[in-house]
């Protein structure tokens, strides 16, 4: 079995661009990776490429050819749509690919164009991820889902919006020396506080910014590797998913993410480490409770303690364990079939050393991303090492 | 009905989603109910199999009277199929065998809160016309 190294990543610009498509967007983060990879396009066998609301935003289904065409990649592709997850889904298949010896290169990447919808356009299409029958006719948005899960955890172990303005505060924070985030800008605890209400408790703070943007990453074998004589020292060494009920009212829990915890058990598992080891984390905050949820499906903190980690600087740059160093969905931005392998691509440069972040994490040697499709209905969890 | 307006009638004109939309008439006449599977497991149609066993032989059973609800959130920004329904409040509540989502009707969406006890009421979109899954407490 193969080990799996990330060659190279490559994002665009997260931000408000209505007027690129997502073949454009793809495209510049694909030369990108290239570049960074020094893979050659002729060596890819296969694109596995990640998007969620084409139909709807640009009146575009099968983008799988599209996107090999547009990154200049002569090789069969698939998309592959789990939502938010939806590139999550894609790396977890080039793991298995390169693993068992199928493929030496694969181009796994992502694209949303998602601004070009408007905000009440944006967020129909987004609500497509819950259930339509029970769910969307009853009027619950996704802003709505995550509230839902905010006021239940409140509930069950405690905690109030302070708490999670902190999420934010910190995620603006960390994003203002990321060229790539939609968001450079500090942020404190009463912008968030005093902001309009989206879904009560959650307010336009506590969301993720509506995005458009690519990511791709360049996967090779062990062997690819060594014979090019490619610096690639970062390997995804863990993959794991996860599944649930569709509908967040038919789960066991309703603060909790059992998918997330089954993915990141089985990504654990998968690698030989435990939460322990994980020295940082790229986890899908596409609101400031998922990143709670998040923190606590991960084990990396315990069930009910989560709420009070980035207040209490647990999970800030300089913490014991930071938490979207990236800026996370919140502050970088969220095109949503992008997300996954921009945390991949996150990630790997944290642990190399070329993040302007990396110095928070000098001597970090696994790290972990985590991404989610609907209210946790799909998830999946990426370890990664870096060779010392 | 009597009091038809043009986004109702548009609304009727819909494909009818089986299952769905019969539920939907059922809890309109007060007779809603829930799917069950020989070993207990409560669902909601359309379902052929028990997601909690996979059992096949489901049977539509009453569904309580009254739910509680579990957890809320008011939606300022909706989609635009709500648009003109915002505020409104979204709830699960919990009605034993199964859990609903639903729209609180009747009251001031800001006095809504956990562990209030409400039955089904189908009301409509003021936005669409479409028939909506609703709360009302008791």
């Known amino acids: 079995m193969s080990n799996v190294r990330v060659a190279g990543v490559g994002l665009t610009p997260f931000g408000n661009t209505p007027e690129r498509t997502s073949r454009d967007l793809f495209a510049e983060a694909s030369i990108a990776a290239f570049e960074d990879s020094g893979v050659s396009r002729d060596d890819v066998e296969a694109l596995l490429y990640g998007n969620f609301m084409g139909e709807l935003s640009e009146h575009q289904g099968h983008h799988g050819p599209l996107m090999a065409e547009a990154a200049g990649v002569r090789a069969p592709a698939t998309r592959y749509e789990s939502a938010c997850a939806s590139s999550g889904t894609a790396v977890r298949d080039a793991v298995f690919r390169i693993r068992n010896g199928e493929a030496d290169v694969i181009l796994v990447g992502g694209a949303e164009r998602m601004t070009n919808l408007g905000t009440a356009g944006a967020t129909e299409a987004l609500a497509i991820a819950a259930d339509d029958l029970w769910e969307v006719r009853a009027g619950m948005t996704f802003p709505g889902a995550y509230a839902l899960m905010a006021q239940a955890y409140f509930e069950e172990y405690g905690g109030e919006h302070e708490d999670l303005a902190n999420v934010a505060v910190k995620n603006h924070e960390n994003a203002l020396n990321n060229d790539k985030a939609q968001y450079q800008s500090a942020i404190e605890v009463s912008d968030v506080l005093e902001a309009p209400q989206v879904s009560s408790p959650l307010g336009l703070y506590d969301s993720c910014p509506i995005s458009d943007g690519a990511a791709a990453v360049v996967l090779t074998s062990d062997e690819y590797a060594e014979e090019h004589g490619l610096e690639a020292p970062v390997s995804i060494t863990g993959t794991g998913q996860g599944g649930d009920r569709m509908a967040l009212h038919d789960r066991e829990y309703l603060a909790r993410s059992p998918a997330a915890r089954e993915a990141g058990d089985e990504a654990y598992a998968d690698a030989g480490v435990d939460a322990a080891d994980v020295d940082l984390a790229e986890v899908h905050d596409c609101f400031t409770i998922a990143e709670v949820l998040a923190i606590e499906s991960l084990d990396l903190f315990p069930v009910g303690e989560g709420i009070s980690a980035a207040r209490e600087g647990r999970t800030t740059a300089d913490g014991e364990l930071p938490i979207n160093l990236s800026g996370g969905l919140k502050a970088k931005g969220h095109p949503v079939g992008a997300t996954g392998a921009s945390q991949i691509a996150e990630v790997a440069k944290l642990l190399s050393g070329d993040h302007p972040n990396s110095t928070f994490v000098d001597d970090a040697t696994t790290g972990v991303a985590h991404n989610a499709g609907g209210t946790v209905a799909s998830a999946t969890v990426h370890v990664l090492e870096v060779d010392h | ?138």
């Open chain 2, 1 to 138: 009905m009597s009091d038809n307006t043009d986004a109702e009638s548009e609304a009727e004109t819909r494909t009818q989603d089986a299952g769905f939309d019969d539920w939907i008439d059922a809890a309109a006449e007060d007779d809603a109910y829930y799917l069950e599977c020989p070993n207990g497991h409560g669902s909601l149609p359309p379902r052929r199999v028990c997601p909690d066993c996979g059992e096949t032989d489901l049977e539509e059973a009453p569904l309580p009277e009254t739910g509680e609800i579990q957890t809320f959130t008011v939606t300022h920004v909706p989609t635009p199929a709500f648009e003109e329904d915002a505020p409104y409040a979204t709830a699960i509540a919990n009605f034993g065998p199964v859990r609903i989502t639903g729209q609180v009707v009747g009251v001031d969406p800001e006095t809504v809160e956990n562990g209030l006890e409400v039955e089904i009421e189908i009301t409509v979109s003021e936005t669409t016309g479409e028939r909506v899954l609703g709360f009302r407490p008791v």
